[in-house]
Structure formats: C-alpha cells, structure tokens
C-alpha cells in the first residue's frame, strides 16, 4: 500500500510558476512510476506527465510541454511537479499517483494508488 500526500497548489496570475510535491510513505517509492493528473470542472480527468522509477524517463501532455517539469527524488519519497508560464487552462485539481510498476504510463487506469489532490487556480 501506498499513501501520497500532494502540496503546493494556489493561487496565482498568469505567467506565474508554482511546485507541486508529493510525498509517499508505506511500500517501498523509489520502485514505483509516478504521475500527475488534473481535472478542471466540468472536465474528465487529464493526464499531464509521468516519470519512470529511476527519473531516466518522463512524459508530457501536449499542452504542458516545455513549461512544466516532473523530477522525483527517491531519497525523500517525494515527486515534483514545477509548473512555469502557468496559463488560466491550467487551472484544475492536481493529482499525484503512483504504479506498481516501475515504467512509467501515460492512462489513468495503470496507477493503482492516488493522492487526495491540490488546487490549482490560474488567474487571468
């Protein structure tokens, strides 16, 4: 069983940057493949990034790319998520959520273990 806590979400304006972590605790982290989900309202819940076990290979939706960063560090059971030149579209709950493997996947039904989420709200 793993249990992941998500923090750092806010407000902030347009152009702005924020960093999400998230922390695991319970069975062994650094095995696991993480990723990061978000749902605006009235939407289906969105894949955003992923990261395998080792951080040698990560994910992006098309939207997020080349302003958002996903890194993990196995050491502290924690996985980041830094969101830069946030845009009002990003605005949703984030969601961390771990495999129980350790390759990385980008469709919500492959991660066996969820965070409670953080929001996120992006002002114009």
């Known amino acids: 069983q793993v249990q992941l806590v998500e923090s750092g979400g806010g407000l902030v304006q347009a152009g702005g940057s924020l960093r999400l972590s998230c922390t695991a605790s319970g069975r062994a982290f650094n095995m696991n493949a993480m990723g990061w989900f978000r749902q605006a309202p009235g939407k289906e819940r969105e894949f955003v990034a992923a990261i395998n076990w080792i951080g040698s290979t990560t994910y992006y939706v098309d939207s997020v790319k080349g302003r958002f960063t996903i890194s993990r560090d196995n050491a502290k059971n924690t996985v980041y998520l830094q969101m830069n030149s946030l845009k009002p579209e990003d605005t949703a709950v984030y969601y961390c959520?771990?495999?129980?493997?350790?390759?990385?996947?980008?469709?919500?039904?492959?991660?066996?273990?969820w965070g409670q989420g953080t929001q996120v709200t992006v002002s114009s």
């Open positions: 959520a771990a495999r129980s493997g350790s390759v990385a996947r980008q469709t919500e039904n492959e991660y066996d273990y």
